[in-house]
Every structure is written in structure tokens, then in C-alpha cells.
């Protein structure tokens, strides 16, 4: 068969939600895209069960696996304009096939070749199992299961594996194993330190996977005394688009770019888990806009990673904008200031929860907002457009309800307020430093 070649505005290599999101948008700033993204139904699988499972109605075993699990094994998404006929009929090429890199800088089909001025790599195209891992069922192929083990081991690493080791405790006995050195590695010490109380109250024994064995020692679900070991996988997986051929880290590597998110390669961006830091799909959207007018227009825009936000879904579900008490430090030392404060629920389902709100401020200006409660992420996306702790005082007003996320962000702020200089305070405080200085003569 005769091979053809296309010339593309922008090619992206995704599959996730974001990336047919960002699809969407170049199209209407008129460019001519190519969206490849082989991995789709597990994307749309993973993406809707875990969903299923993170609902607050669902009430298991009342709801049997199967039911729980129907009609997500197809991976159909539930937004119309988003499926591949949906992105076709706003002129979007969705190929459904992989793809490899030539050194000439275009990509290989099974009976094509495409060429693009420039490439997006993101979130979705392909799915990276841990090596220790490479026994297990990838999370996207539960609902291929007629009945879910009593015990299940779930390995994986960030925030993602995280979220599914809370939704199948839902529903079964669960052991974290991370793969990480420690649970939420990216995130700030005190939402680490709540998020692994929540976990243990919610009987998820979490264990480190360099303590199962040494060296290259596959994980096995037996090690933890579990029947099915379930791995959550990264959301890149470039091992088959033979990056090594324009220059670029092979496989399941991280890639290097540069302020703009560009690689070395400067045909090629990149956003998205495959960066090194946290995979969150909040972040991913934020580096993909930021990519997109850069590749499209040539402009150079930069990732402003201190003023990102995202969330992650727990018991309590928790909420970032911003940078760590950690982060602050290292940038400003003793400058920094921390106010934080927590209440219980009035209404909770379980002991555990809890809500929890951290300022990290130098002056008046916030570095950081880290939330754990009930609307945290609808929250923090709200409160990082008030820059400034007197614009976030405007913001949350003193009338808010008892026992709620609100009350504890209210009782920061109040901190804050309380710690300022007072204007008709000065002058006893200099006639107080005056005194002293004179008895010590």
C-alpha cells in the first residue's frame, strides 16, 4: 500500500482529557491538528471507574462489582464533543494507532507518515507499568473482573496511585505500596502527614516497595498477604514512539525542557506527567496552555509552577496552590510566616476527617494555600486570585458556617491579622524599647 504524508500545524500525542481538550483549542485558533492517541479506551476506562468508584452514594457490596463495573470496560466518554467522532467533526485528525518518530522528524503509521511543524507530547498516549510491577493487572482492566479480590495490593506512584488505594478501600481491604520514598512526595509535610492518619483510619496499610525486597525483586501480591496486586501506571508511556531518533530520552524517561517547555529538540514541547514532577490533571491543563501558544504562535510564555493549583481526591479531599512550606523556605528563609488552622466537620461520615487550612506568606503576599476538607478544590482554585492576604480577608468574609473549610481558612486569615503591625501601638512600643535600653545603662 502506498504511504502517504500529511503536514500538520500541530501534531499531539496524548489521549487524556486535557489533551483533547487542548485539540480542541488549537483548532479554533485555527490550526490544522493531529491527535494520535492509541491508548484511548483505557484512558476513558481508568478515567470512569475511578469516578464510579469516588462516588459518595456508592454503597458496596449493596452495588455488586459488575454493575459497579458496567459499561465502563468499553471506555466510552461521557461528553459527546470529546470522542473521537465528537473532535472529527470539529476538523480534528484523531488516529488511533501509535506512532513512531523518524530521524527526519516525522512520525510513521501503520499506512501512513505524518509530518507537523510542531509536536505536543502529553498526558494519555500511552500507559508505563512500574518495572517492579510488570505481574500485575493495570487499574483500567478491573471491571474485567466478575468478582473484585477481598485483598488488593495497589502500587503506583504521586497522587494518582493515591486516589485509587482510597477508592478501592471503599470496596475492599487495600495495601499501598509506593513506589515513591513517601506518601505525596511533592506535597507539603502537614497535608502528608493528615493524608497518611486519613489512610490508616481508613484501614490502608501503606508500605514502602523497597522494604519487599532488594535489587530488581519483582513485587508480588502475596508479599502483603493480597490476593490481586492492581498497578496504577504513569500517564506517559513513550517507549514505542522511539524518541532516541530526534534526540530525546527513550522510553519511560522524564524529558528535560527548557522555561517554555520546550525540549532540545525545539520542534517538540512537552506537558504533563513526563516532566518529572506530580501528574495532576489541574497541572497537566495549566502546562498545556502554556505549551500550546508557544508551539502554535512561537511566543515565550513561561510555566509559572509557583502560582499552579490542583486537588486530590481523599476523605478529605485537599486542595494546592502554590508552593510547600518547604519550597518558601529555600526561596526566602526566616522571612516566610505560617498560619494555619483546623476544625472538625459538623457533619462527617468518618472521625478522620477533618479541615485543615496552611498560609505560607512573606508580608502580605501568599506563596502558598494548602486546604484539606470538604470543597478544598473548588476552593483553592478560588483563593489563588487573591495574591495578597488583605485581598483573601475581602474574599472570606467572618460570616462563615461553623465546622466547615471556610471556618478554618477564616481563622488563618485572623492569625494573620493578628500578628501585623498596629498603627496606635507605636509609640508605647518605642517608649517600651526606650526604657529598656536606658535600665540597661
Known amino acids: 500500500m502506498a504511504r502517504c504524508s500529511t ?114 507530547l502529553t498526558d494519555g498516549y500511552g ?32 497522587a494518582t496511585a493515591v486516589e485509587w488505594a482510597y477508592a478501592l478501600s471503599r470496596v475492599a481491604t487495600v495495601t499501598l505500596i509506593l513506589q515513591d520514598h513517601s506518601l505525596l512526595p511533592a506535597e507539603d509535610w502537614d497535608i502528608q502527614r493528615l493524608s497518611e492518619v486519613q489512610l490508616n483510619h481508613g484501614g490502608i496499610t501503606i508500605v514502602a516497595a523497597d522494604r519487599l525486597g532488594s535489587g530488581g525483586t519483582p513485587i508480588e501480591a502475596k508479599q502483603v498477604d493480597a490476593e490481586l496486586l492492581v498497578a496504577v501506571p504513569q500517564t506517559y508511556g513513550w517507549e514505542s514512539l522511539q524518541l532516541e531518533n530526534v534526540g530525546l530520552p527513550p522510553g519511560h524517561s522524564t524529558i528535560a525542557v527548557n522555561r517554555y517547555l520546550q525540549t532540545s529538540c525545539p520542534q517538540i514541547y512537552v506537558s504533563g506527567g513526563s516532566l518529572g514532577g506530580e501528574s495532576r490533571p489541574e497541572l497537566t491543563q495549566q ?42 523556605r ?16 459538623m457533619v462527617a461520615d468518618q472521625v478522620a476527617q477533618t479541615n485543615f487550612c496552611k498560609i505560607i506568606t512573606i508580608g502580605d503576599q501568599i506563596l502558598g494555600v494548602h486546604l484539606m476538607g470538604e470543597g478544598a478544590p473548588d476552593l483553592v482554585a478560588t483563593l489563588g486570585n487573591c495574591p495578597t492576604m488583605n485581598a483573601l480577608g475581602q474574599s472570606i468574609t467572618a ?16 492569625q494573620w491579622q493578628g500578628s501585623r503591625w498596629k498603627g496606635g501601638q507605636w509609640r508605647r512600643d518605642w517608649a517600651e524599647n526606650w526604657f529598656n535600653f536606658r535600665r540597661s545603662m
Open 7 to 120: 503536514d500538520y500545524d500541530l501534531a499531539i500525542l496524548g489521549g487524556s482529557l486535557g489533551s483533547r481538550l487542548a485539540a480542541c483549542t488549537a483548532v479554533r485558533k485555527g490550526a490544522r491538528v493531529a491527535l494520535i492517541a492509541p491508548n484511548w479506551p483505557a484512558n476513558d476506562a481508568a478515567d470512569a471507574l475511578l469516578q464510579r468508584l469516588q462516588a459518595k452514594r456508592l454503597t458496596f457490596p449493596t452495588v455488586p462489582w459488575s454493575v459497579l463495573g458496567d459499561g465502563v470496560t468499553n471506555g466510552e466518554c461521557s461528553l459527546p464533543m470529546l470522542t473521537p467522532t465528537g473532535l472529527r467533526t470539529q476538523g480534528i485528525d484523531v488516529i488511533l494507532e501509535p506512532a513512531r518518530f523518524t530521524s527526519e522528524l516525522a512520525l510513521t503509521l501503520e499506512n501512513r507518515d505524518l509530518k507537523a511543524s510542531r509536536y505536543l
Open 127 to 158: 500507559a508505563s507499568i512500574p518495572e517492579l510491577a510488570q505481574d500485575s493487572l493495570p487499574c483500567h482492566q478491573l471491571t474485567q473482573l466478575k468478582t473484585l479480590p477481598h485483598h488488593i495490593a495497589v502500587t503506583g506512584r504521586g
Open 287 to 328: 502546562e498545556t496552555a502554556v505549551a500550546l501558544e508557544n508551539a502554535l504562535f512561537g511566543r515565550r510564555h513561561m510555566m509559572q509552577y509557583e502560582h499552579v493549583f490542583y486537588s486530590i481526591h481523599l476523605l478529605s479531599p485537599i486542595g494546592r496552590w502554590g508552593l510547600t512550606e518547604g519550597q518558601a
Open 330 to 345: 529555600e526561596l526566602h528563609g526566616h522571612d516566610v510566616q505560617i498560619f494555619q488552622a483546623s476544625c472538625l466537620p
Open 399 to 414: 460570616r462563615v458556617k461553623p465546622g466547615t473549610l471556610a471556618d478554618a481558612i477564616h481563622q488563618a486569615i485572623e
